[in-house]
């Protein structure tokens, strides 16, 4: 199966990967999300770390994938459209969007689920030591 | 000289076919274009004699006798014909009954045997799918345990294509002959690379291909021993009676004849070649071991062809590794890599984790072959593991200390 040039670029030059810190670190650090999804068996996981401020923007997300090409490249991608965005923002991105962005095959559709499920994961676990809801719109975006 | 780029290692998938082949092969394309059928003129005999020349090249390969030759459009076709026609023979029940007779197979046999195998389960007959030990071989003790009065069949591949292990295929054979149940042996791996003898090492009917000798695509045969004892077959393929009667249909006259020649070529070029690949693929295996960390070689350390190894990188997806090492050619037990999405059965079967299934490369090398690409692919490959663990999650877990194997992924 040949891949999309935006799959390769962001496979040979993949965009912010790295961590906020270790595993033990950022489980206690308030101002990082953490999302890990997916399973080694299954061929893919992906680690999302966020680093929102007090305004409730994500300043900076870092991954790290255990996956296919196309794995690599949406969650390399995540990172890119998260930077910048408000939390409530973020939950707006779509898995059809990334699909459209890098043109993936249908057999690759779950590459661009897991991505999604990993930044409503890390948005989760941001939510969750900051005392919040996690389903429900932060307070920064009520107003 | 400089390395032409990208480099094939997945000689076990196909080969090139070799330039001397394809000069036999190029006369009985439009020169001498007759049917071997036809028994009355010049144009019939020359075709005839090109057919007969390479039944004795194809024969002389595994020590038989030339009459013992069916020719098939490849192995998957001789498996299909060994499998069903000999079920159809030897059954203990008529067609359409159950208790028909017992076959013993592998779980991690190529599909062209498998799936025979599990249509004539549908069909009446029972089959005993053999699990292999975590070296992924196939005893002679394993078959004998499984063995029942009512076993008319067993096919067991001489060498796995996935991971190159060698079965303990004089020893079944012995076995199935002492015991009078019908042996064959899926030798597509095997034979042009491994000294081959079907009346030293016991064999009835025996499966290879062109395409995997440096021969063409789309022709193989079928070795079916005529005495000690004569083995029957039903065709599956009805018509003018080619062939013995066993495989109709005009015969693929240059095929053959290519097929042929490669038999020859590997008969005279193998002992060479064996010594060759062998250092290459050692080569491959100690160099990538020693400077890759959690590597695994899968599969018998010693029983094992020369020219395949499948070596799992932990913590790397095998897809994406293909993706890093794109100057390679070569093949991944990884889920992505397959049209089922599962990770490779040949793995799973041996009892290597899903994960380092997904995480496997396989490698196999061939007649071109040169140090010189070995060394470029140790580079490459090491090279995509170091690009691909700095990204991998899991990688970093294993340098925390973590046991990944004991985390509750939450699978999606």
Same mark, same amino acid.
């Given at each position: 199966?040949?891949?999309?040039?935006?799959?390769?670029?962001?496979?040979?030059?993949?965009?912010?990967?790295?961590?906020?810190?270790?595993?033990?670190?950022?489980?206690?650090?308030?101002?990082?999300?953490?999302?890990?999804?997916?399973?080694?068996?299954?061929?893919?996981?992906?680690?999302?770390?966020?680093?929102?401020?007090?305004?409730?923007?994500?300043?900076?997300?870092?991954?790290?994938?255990?996956?296919?090409?196309?794995?690599?490249?949406?969650?390399?991608?995540?990172?890119?459209?998260?930077?910048?965005?408000?939390?409530?923002?973020?939950?707006?991105?779509?898995?059809?969007?990334?699909?459209?962005?890098?043109?993936?095959?249908?057999?690759?559709?779950?590459?661009?689920?897991?991505?999604?499920?990993?930044?409503?994961?890390?948005?989760?676990?941001?939510?969750?030591?900051?005392?919040?809801?996690?389903?429900?719109?932060?307070?920064?975006?009520?107003? | 000289?400089?390395?032409?780029?990208?480099?094939?290692?997945?000689?076990?998938?196909?080969?090139?076919?070799?330039?001397?082949?394809?000069?036999?092969?190029?006369?009985?394309?439009?020169?001498?274009? *007759?049917?071997?059928?036809?028994?009355?003129?010049?144009?019939?005999? %020359?075709?005839?004699?090109?057919?007969?020349?390479?039944?004795?090249?194809?024969? +002389?390969?595994?020590?038989?006798?030339?009459?013992?030759?069916?020719?098939?459009?490849?192995?998957?076709?001789?498996?299909?014909?060994?499998?069903?026609?000999?079920?159809?023979?030897?059954?203990?029940?008529?067609?359409?009954?159950?208790?028909?007779?017992?076959?013993?197979?592998?779980?991690?046999?190529?599909?062209?045997?498998?799936?025979?195998?599990?249509?004539?389960?549908?069909?009446?007959?029972?089959?005993?799918?053999?699990?292999? *030990?975590?070296?992924?071989?196939?005893?002679?003790?394993?078959? +004998?345990?499984?063995?029942?009065?009512?076993?008319?069949?067993?096919?067991?591949?001489?060498?796995?294509?996935?991971?190159?292990?060698?079965?303990?295929?004089?020893?079944?054979?012995?076995?199935?002959?002492?015991?009078?149940?019908?042996?064959?042996?899926? +030798?597509?791996?095997?034979?042009?690379?491994?000294?081959?003898? /079907? %009346?030293?090492?016991?064999?009835?009917?025996?499966?290879?291909?062109?395409?995997?000798?440096?021969?063409?695509?789309?022709?193989?045969?079928?070795?079916?021993?005529?005495?000690?004892?004569?083995?029957?077959?039903?065709?599956?393929?009805?018509?003018?009676?080619?062939?013995?009667?066993?495989?109709?249909?005009?015969?693929?006259?240059?095929?053959?004849? *290519?097929?042929?020649?490669?038999?020859?070529?590997?008969?005279?070029?193998?002992?060479?070649?064996?010594?060759?690949?062998?250092?290459?693929?050692?080569?491959?295996?100690?160099?990538?071991?020693?400077?890759?960390?959690?590597?695994?070689?899968?599969?018998?350390?010693?029983?094992?062809?020369?020219?395949?190894?499948?070596?799992?990188?932990?913590? /790397?997806?095998?897809?994406?590794?293909?993706?890093?090492?794109?100057?390679?050619?070569?093949?991944?037990?990884?889920?992505?890599?397959?049209?089922?999405?599962?990770?490779?059965?040949?793995?799973?079967?041996?009892?290597?984790?899903?994960?380092?299934?997904?995480?496997?490369?396989?490698?196999?090398?061939?007649?071109?072959?040169?140090?010189?690409?070995?060394?470029?692919?140790?580079?490459?490959?090491?090279?995509? /593991? %170091?690009?691909?663990?700095?990204?991998?999650?899991?990688?970093?877990?294993?340098?925390? *200390?973590?046991?990944?194997?004991?985390?509750?992924?939450?699978?999606?």
């Amino acid at each position: 199966m040949a891949y999309s040039d935006k799959v390769v670029d962001h496979f040979q030059h993949p965009r912010n990967v790295g961590s906020f810190g270790t595993s033990t670190d950022v489980a206690k650090r308030t101002d990082v999300g953490v999302g890990i999804v997916g399973a080694p068996e299954c061929g893919d996981v992906m680690q999302l770390h966020i680093k929102v401020n007090e305004q409730g923007v994500i300043e900076d997300a870092k991954f790290k994938c255990f996956g296919c090409g196309s794995a690599i490249a949406s969650s390399s991608l995540a990172t890119e459209w998260l930077k910048g965005k408000s939390v409530d923002e973020a939950l707006t991105i779509k898995n059809t969007q990334i699909v459209e962005e890098l043109s993936l095959p249908p057999v690759k559709i779950h590459c661009s689920v897991l991505a999604e499920d990993s930044i409503r994961a890390a948005i989760a676990d941001y939510r969750k030591k900051n005392g919040m809801a996690a389903d429900s719109a932060t307070h920064a975006a009520t107003h | 000289m400089a390395l032409k780029l990208p480099i094939y290692f997945d000689h076990a998938a196909t080969t090139r076919c070799d330039p001397r082949v394809v000069e036999a092969m190029l006369p009985y394309f439009s020169e001498k274009f *007759g049917n071997s059928s036809s028994r009355n003129h010049k144009f019939g005999w %020359e075709s005839e004699d090109g057919v007969e020349l390479a039944r004795e090249q194809s024969a +002389a390969l595994i020590g038989a006798n030339p009459k013992e030759i069916i020719f098939t459009s490849g192995a998957t076709e001789s498996n299909n014909l060994a499998i069903k026609g000999a079920a159809e023979i030897y059954a203990k029940a008529p067609a359409g009954q159950t208790g028909r007779g017992h076959i013993i197979s592998a779980i991690h046999e190529h599909k062209a045997v498998l799936d025979p195998c599990k249509r004539l389960q549908r069909e009446g007959f029972e089959v005993t799918f053999l699990a292999p *030990g975590t070296d992924g071989v196939i005893t002679a003790d394993m078959v +004998a345990a499984a063995i029942r009065p009512d076993t008319i069949l067993v096919s067991i591949m001489w060498a796995n294509n996935e991971i190159g292990v060698i079965n303990e295929i004089p020893q079944i054979g012995k076995l199935c002959h002492d015991k009078e149940i019908v042996f064959h042996t899926d +030798a597509t791996q095997w034979v042009g690379k491994m000294p081959t003898d /079907v %009346e030293r090492d016991h064999i009835d009917l025996l499966s290879w291909s062109g395409h995997k000798i440096y021969g063409p695509k789309g022709v193989g045969a079928l070795f079916v021993r005529r005495r000690k004892p004569r083995i029957r077959l039903e065709a599956i393929i009805d018509g003018g009676g080619h062939e013995r009667g066993m495989r109709s249909g005009t015969l693929n006259v240059t095929g053959i004849v *290519g097929f042929g020649k490669a038999c020859e070529l590997c008969q005279h070029e193998m002992e060479h070649e064996r010594e060759r690949v062998v250092k290459f693929r050692r080569k491959l295996e100690t160099e990538l071991s020693r400077r890759i960390e959690v590597t695994q070689v899968n599969g018998h350390a010693e029983k094992r062809l020369p020219h395949v190894t499948n070596i799992s990188f932990g913590f /790397v997806e095998g897809e994406s590794l293909m993706m890093g090492v794109k100057d390679i050619a070569c093949s991944s037990g990884s889920a992505c890599t397959s049209a089922s999405l599962e990770p490779s059965y040949v793995l799973k079967g041996l009892g290597v984790g899903d994960e380092l299934a997904h995480s496997s490369l396989r490698l196999s090398l061939g007649r071109w072959t040169t140090e010189e690409e070995v060394d470029f692919a140790i580079e490459q490959i090491v090279a995509a /593991v %170091e690009h691909l663990r700095l990204m991998s999650p899991l990688f970093d877990l294993h340098k925390e *200390g973590v046991d990944i194997s004991k985390i509750q992924w939450q699978a999606h």
